[in-house]
């Protein structure tokens, strides 16, 4: 009957749960998923009726029943563990709270009563035991919100719905890690990256506080998004990985960060087992279709996103992936049938942009550009001021390969941070002439002792390569691209960067070996 309690308390003890590597807590996505398979909405309230089907149906093993009851200004809270097939009890405990502020600490006590009855050895819950208040926040109110958005994100609702409970909670307790990394998460997903970086940064200072099981979570993001160190989180994903080996997250996240390395083999062993693990998320699908296009493997991520479609669970980036496939393999059906799926489903300047380069690469400069012009409005009306600046840059690209110098100056002259630190716009502006400031954005990165590993390894030697070329002197390019062979996969600028500068050396038969990898790919 207190509002407050809505929803709090089953997320406290999924995260008092899931601090265990021996315990695999069914998340809020997937019972939701389970319920419409039983013709029921997915935000049905689980009697122990319905619970006891959902346990049955998805083969797991333990039912847990929690109430809390008040007695005057006290609250009495009980805990009960049951087998799902034969509904005998397995473990049960009680706890009483002095007061509302309490119930968190008592709600700690009754959930490691049970991991014990459960057989969780002692030494295991000494190791993985913080208390929720620690873990968490100690704010009711801010965890509430938090649950809330939580709640929401199970539901496949947009970052704009859920990003305001996060941010609520943090407004409510700014010391809440947890939630600093779900609004992280949330701007990442919306190509906001130096909002994300900002916040899991802002997570990472505060996970010391924080269930073991969270603290990797929030330092592998915050290497990989807020250092912009890969390779230091991909060894935390893998920590993860190994700890908690049915938590779908850490493979998910291996799969995206290999696919952006060019390493598509790890990427798709990881992508595999998170759709293993996660066979109702959609995003474990849309990684991993993503990994399989860059492979060259097609026909399996078409298979996949059949799999995906059967089971409900489509995704802007499944289509995305789809889409440029059919541009790839100039499918017209299949082109006609994907364009019409983002128009009915919110595709927006995501759609937009693949569209824009699939034109420009059919050459079709004024059809791209009106996409482009498309895409960047949709993106400035979401308010996502970095991703209109990286469209326009995306355009400006195309103009200075199709021969349009002028055009590409104008439209990077239009980005809305004139400053900007990425290195895309460096490298342009070396390759279409203007040296000076590519020459002074190399000085500032040079001198940076922690660059990330795209700076290091790809976008700094790509920025040494083209001023090489521009300066004349080709044969200092190819040296300079050596550090980024590893990653070369990563896409094709590395491979078309030394083919042409093989060529300008006049050593035809090394840019033909690039070219060929290109064309194998």
Not at 201 to 220: C, H, T
Not at 447 to 454: A, V
């Amino acid at each position: 009957g207190d509002p407050a309690f809505d929803r709090t308390l089953k997320r406290a003890l999924e995260i008092d749960l899931e601090q265990s590597p021996y315990i695999d807590v069914m998340s809020e996505r997937e019972a939701m998923s389970t319920l419409q398979l039983m013709g029921l909405d997915g935000a049905s309230a689980l009697t122990s009726g319905i619970a006891k089907e959902i346990c049955e149906r998805s083969n797991r093993q333990v039912l847990l029943t929690g109430n809390i009851a008040p007695m005057g200004h006290e609250y009495l809270l009980t805990l009960e563990a049951t087998d799902c097939a034969s509904g005998k009890q397995l473990a049960g405990a009680k706890a009483e709270a002095a007061s509302k502020e309490k119930v968190l600490s008592a709600l700690d006590s009754v959930a490691d009563h049970v991991r014990r009855e459960l057989g969780e050895s002692i030494q295991s819950l000494e190791s993985y035991q913080v208390p929720i208040a620690n873990a968490t926040t100690p704010s009711l109110e801010a965890l509430k919100s938090c649950s809330i958005g939580q709640y929401l994100d199970a539901q496949g609702k947009s970052e704009d719905e859920t990003l305001p409970f996060y941010q609520r909670a943090v407004e409510l307790d700014p010391q809440f890690a947890m939630a600093n990394g779900a609004i992280a998460t949330e701007y990442y997903n919306l190509n906001e990256y130096h909002l994300a970086s900002q916040y899991y940064r802002k997570a990472f200072e505060l996970s010391d506080r924080v269930s073991a099981k969270e603290k990797l979570a929030i330092q592998a993001h915050y290497y990989c998004e807020g250092q912009k160190d890969v390779l230091q989180g991909i060894k935390v994903y893998w920590m993860w990985a190994g700890t908690y080996p049915h938590d779908w997250l850490p493979w998910v996240n291996l799969s995206n960060e290999y696919t952006q390395l060019g390493q598509y083999a790890p990427a798709i062993v990881a992508g595999e087992r998170a759709v293993e693990e996660a066979p109702n998320r959609g995003m474990a699908y849309s990684v991993l279709a993503r990994a399989y296009k860059r492979a060259n493997r097609f026909a399996d991520a078409r298979s996949l996103a059949q799999r995906a479609v059967q089971r409900g669970i489509d995704s802007l980036g499944l289509h995305g992936s789809l889409l440029q496939i059919a541009f790839a393999e100039n499918d017209q059906d299949a082109l006609a049938r994907e364009i019409k799926w983002g128009e009915n489903h919110n595709g927006g300047w995501y759609f937009l942009d693949i569209q824009a380069g699939g034109a420009a690469t059919a050459g079709q400069y004024k059809k791209a550009e009106e996409l482009f012009r498309g895409a960047y409005e949709s993106a400035k009306n979401e308010n996502l001021a970095e991703t209109a600046d990286d469209i326009l840059l995306d355009q400006a690209q195309m103009e200075f390969e199709l021969g349009l110098p002028d055009a590409s100056r104008a439209t990077f002259g239009r980005l809305g941070n004139a400053d900007t630190t990425s290195p895309d716009l460096a490298i342009l502006r070396a390759e279409s002439g203007n040296a000076a400031l590519a020459e002074r954005y190399l000085e500032e990165q040079s001198s940076n002792r922690h660059p990330g590993t795209h700076m290091a390894y790809l976008n700094l030697p790509l920025l040494r390569a083209a001023l090489a070329t521009e300066h004349g002197k080709p044969l200092d390019a190819v040296v300079a691209l050596e550090p980024a062979r590893p990653y070369e996969m990563a896409n094709y600028s590395v491979l078309t960067q030394r083919a042409g500068a093989c060529l300008k050396a006049g050593r035809p038969e090394m840019a033909a070996a690039e070219y060929q990898k290109i064309l194998a790919n």
